[in-house]
Each structure stands twice: as structure tokens, then as C-alpha cells.
């Protein structure tokens, strides 16, 4: 039997490391994803120019190099970009990306980095927002970014090819439940934030939510820590309770056999409240006075102790999410 050459092994080789080389692409890109940049996906006024690419968290970098970091604690799965001209207008060019996250809380915490008080509202998605020369928005568990060139004021345009994407794309989920805990009064339009890793800079404060408010006529800022289980957030209302213990900033702690709270002068943010109950640590940071947040703690407490309704967690998801 006669054994293979040399050149007959290295193009064996070659075509193994070609075809395992395209499996992680495949397998991280879904049909959503390869719908919403199709060649027919902006309609006929608009052709693809070359060839829709996709990346993976080991190739992310090769497209956004210095941003990428930012995506992979929001559970960055698959990227699609591509670039489509405008057959009317050449000088017209749009830069499309799709990015798929890990879930539909990821996916807007990416897109609440980039979203800013003032921004205009596009209602796109379940929220999204535009300018003269971008808009972004998120749906479900994806998070698009179209980016205009050669053409300034093209809102109308982008708002256009903004709607074709999300056509393509699963239907939108809504807003994530989680941002019901701190939808109480005073809470600043469009400041909401889902931050994955070390809420308010603390590395005890795994991952949580926030937003500013407005309190007594005063700028302060609500959060919640998101834990797995209550002895996991006991856990890290100690850390905190430490960390406000070591600074010596009058530090007074109330314990009941439901919850545990604590009022404090933290080093970096003033006054604050903060409670332990159930899976969350909940607070109110940048007091002036701190007692003046605990009717605001109760409502979230509440909303916390919210039953599943005979419809099940699903309907629950949807009421806390309207």
C-alpha cells in the first residue's frame, strides 16, 4: 500500500484547517443575523457592497480594535457588518452592524452605553435613538449600529434602513424586567444602565442596574445588584458593609429576619441606603439626607415581592416590562 506524499498530506491538512476554521463562524451566526444584511434587506434603492462579514468573539477585535473589550462582559456571541451605497445618490454609504448577545438584558446594556440623555428617540426596537448621521437600537437579544457617510442630515434615511433591519430580525421582547426594580418616581428619562461587571466601580457590586433621579429637588442615583441566590447577595451587602466600615463613614446597620439595610456616608457617592432582600441589593447613592430614600426602597421591595400571575413567569416578565 503505498503511502500518501508529501504535497497530498499538506493539502489534506489545508483543507481541514479551512474547514475547521469556518465552523466557529458558522455555528455563532443565525439566520436572523444573515437575513437582516441580505442583499435585499434595505430594498432596491440600496446594494451591498461586497459581502456581509461576520466575527466571533475570537475575531472581534480584526473589526472594532480598542472597542471590542467593551462587549465581551455583555456576552458578545456573533457580529454581521456590512457596507451598502445608495444607487440614486453614490456618495451615500451606510455601514450596517448586527451584534447577538447573550440575551435581551445584554443586549441593552451595550446599547445604554452608547445612549445619552439627550439623544432623539427612534422607535425602532424596544428603544432606540438617531442623529444626523447614525442611529442604534436594540430588539430581542441583538443590537444594531447604522452609521451614515458622504451625506450629513440623513436621519430619514437612517430611520428607513433602521425599520428594514428590524423586519428581519426576531419581534421585539420589550423592554428587560430587570429595569422594573428601579422604575420608581423621579427616575430620569433615558438614564437607565445595565452595567456587567463592577456596578458604581465596586468589584463587590458583580453586575446590577442604575439610573439618576431626581430626589427632594436633588440629583441622586438608584441601583440594584442582580445576584443568583440570597446568601450570593447577603454576600455582597457584607462586602459593602465593610468597605463602608473600613473608610469609618458612620456607618448604621438595621437587620429584621426579611432584610437587612444600612444607611452610610460612602466615600465615593455621599448618603446612601442600601438593602438586602431577597436576590438584590437595592440603594440610593448621592444623598444628602439618607433616611429620605427609604419610602423609595420600600417601593422597590415591593415590586420585588411581585407573585407570578396565573399566566405564568412569561406574562409577569411582559407586565414588569411595560
Known amino acids: 500500500m503505498r503511502r500518501p506524499g508529501v504535497i497530498t498530506l499538506i493539502i489534506l491538512c489545508a483543507f481541514v484547517f479551512m474547514l475547521c476554521s469556518s465552523v466557529p463562524v458558522c455555528a455563532a451566526v ?9 442583499r ?7 446594494a451591498l457592497d461586497g459581502s456581509v462579514k461576520f466575527y466571533t468573539p475570537d475575531t472581534l477585535f480584526e473589526q472594532i480594535n480598542g472597542e471590542a473589550e467593551l462587549y465581551f462582559p455583555y456576552g458578545f456571541e456573533a457580529l454581521a457588518t456590512a457596507i451598502y451605497t445608495n444607487k440614486a445618490d453614490p456618495q451615500l454609504s451606510l455601514l450596517a452592524d448586527v451584534y447577538r448577545m447573550s440575551s435581551l438584558l445584554n443586549a441593552f446594556g451595550i446599547y445604554s452605553n452608547y445612549r445619552k440623555a439627550r439623544s432623539e428617540e427612534a422607535p425602532i426596537g424596544a428603544e432606540g435613538f438617531v442623529s444626523s448621521t447614525q442611529l442604534m437600537f436594540y430588539q430581542y437579544k441583538y443590537f444594531v449600529r447604522l452609521q451614515s457617510s458622504g451625506h450629513e442630515g440623513a436621519k430619514a434615511v437612517l430611520l428607513a434602513c433602521g425599520r428594514a433591519v428590524s423586519q428581519n430580525l426576531p419581534p421585539d421582547a420589550g423592554r428587560p424586567r430587570e429595569l422594573a426594580l428601579i422604575k420608581i418616581p423621579g427616575v430620569v428619562p433615558k438614564s437607565e444602565r445595565y452595567i456587567a461587571r463592577s456596578l458604581l466601580g465596586y468589584p463587590f457590586f458583580r453586575k446590577g442596574v442604575t439610573a439618576d433621579l431626581i430626589l427632594e429637588g436633588e440629583r441622586a442615583q438608584v441601583f440594584a445588584v442582580l445576584e443568583d441566590s440570597g446568601d450570593a447577595a447577603r454576600k455582597t451587602f457584607e462586602h459593602y458593609a465593610s468597605y463602608l466600615r473600613s473608610s469609618g463613614k458612620n456607618l448604621d446597620i438595621s437587620e429584621s429576619p426579611e432584610r437587612i439595610s444600612l444607611t452610610a456616608l460612602d466615600p465615593m457617592y455621599g448618603g446612601v441606603f442600601a438593602e438586602q432582600t431577597g436576590h438584590y441589593v437595592i440603594g440610593i447613592i448621592r444623598l444628602k439626607e439618607p433616611s429620605t430614600a427609604k419610602e423609595l426602597i420600600g417601593q422597590m421591595r415591593e415590586r420585588l415581592s411581585i407573585k407570578p400571575p396565573p399566566g405564568g413567569l412569561m406574562m409577569m416578565k411582559k407586565e414588569m416590562s411595560q
Do not use: I, P, V
Not at 30 to 36: L, Q, S, T
Open 30 to 38: 443565525d439566520d436572523a443575523m444573515k437575513n437582516a444584511l441580505s
Open 40 to 46: 435585499s434587506a434595505f430594498g432596491e434603492g440600496w
